[in-house]
């Protein structure tokens, strides 16, 4: 049996295809088996070719898988689009009205889904649930783990929509037991460990929420939407308010208005939302106030593609702006740190008083894993530095120049401390003052913040090979096929390194010169066209790289980076 099963369920938009895969997931994960599923859907509502793919091991997963071990194809053109990444030794599940036969170099079984779901069950919507049945019987799941899924799912809509649900759940797992001899995968008998199912964008919602964000506002926009929904159905049980604005401008200024009053706030949106928060993102570096941005990137530029990854708003994220506004911009690589990296972006935006943006990505934002338990006390919670008596007294400079560039913010009535959150440029009273010294110190001031933010610590991982030749350096979501690639790599005998930052503005300069010091070869994976990162290494470090660049709106797979490392390394 396979340490690992990869299904992938791939059929048109509004078949039930998404939702087929993802009660799939949940049951894998309530079998004690950890999980990593991704999905692809059309813009459209309706319509178009959508796809669902889960891993499933008992051990930690860090990418989506190679090729699939199962391919359900609901249609032709499902068949047609996905049967490459199909094993030498896969099986394929086809509906037999839709396409009438299979390519004979697979393993394959017609199962009448179609037939089951309109004749049988007398209910045509619940194709998606006899294949899902199909599946687990055919992966090796116990029918307990389907049930609880279907349960959960339709239990809300009464006990005749759960019945017809379960009815054709056990229709396609019966059909599978008398055509089938023996399932494909065997599901350990393993209950270690706490662990939660979470797509990357509710992670950042419940980090949010834990690192004291009481203010949310938010436009809808994919695939960033999902941050909303979850904030409107749960912050206010902590108290917290969540404002669905006009426009994204509105968001931000709604938040960049709420922190200035006190309230830790964030907003989300995708790269179209960014471009129209650009002067406001400014506005909260000029009067240096706290806010967090979540960037959930998706193909670009203009519309583009809404519902594919790319990683290609980082020159937007790092420089989007007229005049210097500094800002720091974090880039999570998992589900995981999709939680506690917007925890340490409350921090950062608190601590140095300036604007975080949070860099995502569809692949990240939709994407589910299984995570550790989170320990959220294992962080320590950072809130703005207030003026104290002695501050006041003085004569309160809301913008007194210190060492760190980082001045007290008095919340607004306190006493003898009021000021104007100002625009213009000002001195340390928050005066207007556009003179050439004072513009020259205000500058150099809040450029200090990066100086001693590119020190913070706990924002860099290093693994492979201590005596590598060859660097891998990545952000973001493209860590786990960097790191499946650079293991394979060394298994192979190619000595290889790799370095992800989660911190990608200001870079963490003295972890990646230490770790580019060595090297004879760097190579920087990300899905953009242009090698934004790559740029922008190039610029701190004067140092040639190997840019390898996808932009097909989907994400890296292990083996296009092994492929290039080897091609590095044979050159």
Same mark, same amino acid.
């Given at each position: 049996m396979a340490k690992d099963i990869v299904v992938r369920v791939a059929g048109e938009g509004g078949e039930g295809v998404i939702s087929t895969g993802e009660l799939l997931t949940k049951a894998l994960a309530r079998s004690s088996l950890r999980i990593f599923a991704f999905q692809t859907y059309p813009a459209e509502i309706k319509g178009g070719p959508a796809m669902f793919q889960v891993r499933a091991a008992?051990?930690?997963? !860090?990418?989506?898988?190679?090729?699939?071990d199962v391919l359900v194809a609901f249609n032709a053109e499902a068949w047609e689009l996905h049967h490459t990444i199909l094993k030498p030794d896969g099986v394929v599940l086809?509906?037999?009205d839709e396409m009438p036969s299979i390519d004979g170099r697979f393993a394959s079984y017609a199962v009448p889904l179609?037939?089951?779901? =309109?004749?049988?069950i007398g209910v045509k919507l619940t194709k998606n649930v006899v294949a899902l049945g199909a599946i687990g019987k055919l992966v090796g799941l116990p029918l307990e783990p389907l049930i609880s899924v279907i349960q959960d799912k339709w239990g809300r809509k009464g006990e005749g929509v759960v019945a017809k649900n379960l009815e054709a759940l056990r229709a396609g797992y019966n059909y599978i $037991?008398?055509?089938?001899?023996?399932?494909?995968?065997?599901?350990p008998e393993t209950k270690e460990g706490r662990w939660l199912v979470l797509k990357g964008n509710q992670a950042i919602a419940i980090g949010a929420t834990a690192a004291g964000c009481r203010y949310y506002a938010g436009y809808p926009i994919t695939p960033a939407s999902d941050i909303l929904e979850w904030m409107a159905a749960n912050l206010p049980r902590f108290d917290g308010i969540v404002l669905q604005t006009e426009d994204e401008i509105a968001a931000l200024a709604s938040c960049i208005g709420a922190s200035f009053?006190?309230?830790? $706030?964030?907003?989300?949106?995708?790269?179209?939302?960014?471009?129209?928060?650009?002067?406001?993102?400014?506005? =909260?570096?000029?009067?240096?106030?706290?806010?967090?941005?979540?960037?959930?990137q998706r193909g670009g530029p203009s519309t583009g593609m809404p519902?594919?990854?790319?990683?290609?708003?980082?020159?937007?994220?790092? !420089?989007?702006?007229?005049?210097?506004?500094? *800002?720091i911009v974090l880039a999570p690589a998992n589900v995981e740190d999709c939680l506690f990296t917007t925890m340490q972006a409350f921090n950062l935006a608190e601590k140095y008083q300036l604007p975080v943006i949070i860099l995502t990505d569809q692949y990240l934002a939709q994407r589910t894993e299984s995570i550790p338990y989170p320990d959220l006390d294992s962080v320590e919670i950072v809130n703005r530095k207030t003026p104290t008596s002695e501050d006041i007294l003085d004569g309160y400079k809301r913008y007194k120049i210190t060492e760190d560039g980082v001045s007290p913010m008095a919340l607004p009535g306190t006493p003898d401390a009021l000021y104007v959150a100002e625009g213009l440029e000002h001195d340390e009273w928050g005066h207007p003052n556009l003179t050439p010294a004072n513009h020259r110190r205000m500058s150099q001031k809040r450029f200090r913040k990066l100086e001693?933010? #590119?020190?913070?610590?706990? +924002?860099? *991982?290093v693994y492979g090979s201590p005596d590598a030749s060859i660097g891998v350096v990545g952000w973001g979501s493209t860590f786990g096929p960097? *790191?499946?690639?650079?293991?394979?790599?060394?298994?192979?005998?190619?000595?290889?390194?790799?370095?992800?930052?989660?911190?990608?503005?200001?870079?963490?300069?003295?972890?990646? #010169?230490?770790?580019?010091?060595?090297?004879? #070869?760097?190579?920087?994976?990300?899905?953009?066209?242009?090698?934004? !990162?790559?740029?922008?290494?190039?610029?701190? +470090?004067c140092k040639d790289f190997h840019q390898l660049n996808k932009v097909e709106g989907l994400p890296f797979s292990s083996m296009e980076i092994l492929e290039k490392i080897l091609e590095v390394a044979n050159a």
């Open positions: 008992p051990h930690e997963l !860090f990418s989506h898988g190679e090729q699939a086809y509906d037999p179609s037939e089951i779901s =309109a004749k049988q $037991a008398e055509h089938v001899p023996t399932p494909i995968y065997s599901i009053a006190g309230k830790k $706030a964030m907003t989300a949106t995708s790269g179209p939302g960014i471009s129209l928060m650009v002067e406001l993102i400014g506005l =909260a570096s000029m009067a240096e106030i706290p806010v967090v941005i979540v960037d959930a519902t594919k990854t790319e990683q290609s708003d980082l020159g937007l994220a790092v !420089f989007g702006s007229h005049g210097d506004a500094p *800002r001693f933010a #590119s020190r913070e610590s706990g +924002f860099v *991982r960097i *790191r499946e690639a650079v293991e394979e790599a060394n298994k192979r005998g190619v000595r290889v390194a790799a370095l992800h930052t989660n911190m990608v503005y200001p870079l963490p300069e003295k972890e990646l #010169s230490e770790f580019l010091a060595p090297l004879k #070869s760097v190579i920087v994976p990300e899905l953009n066209y242009t090698g934004q !990162f790559a740029v922008l290494l190039k610029s701190k +470090f």
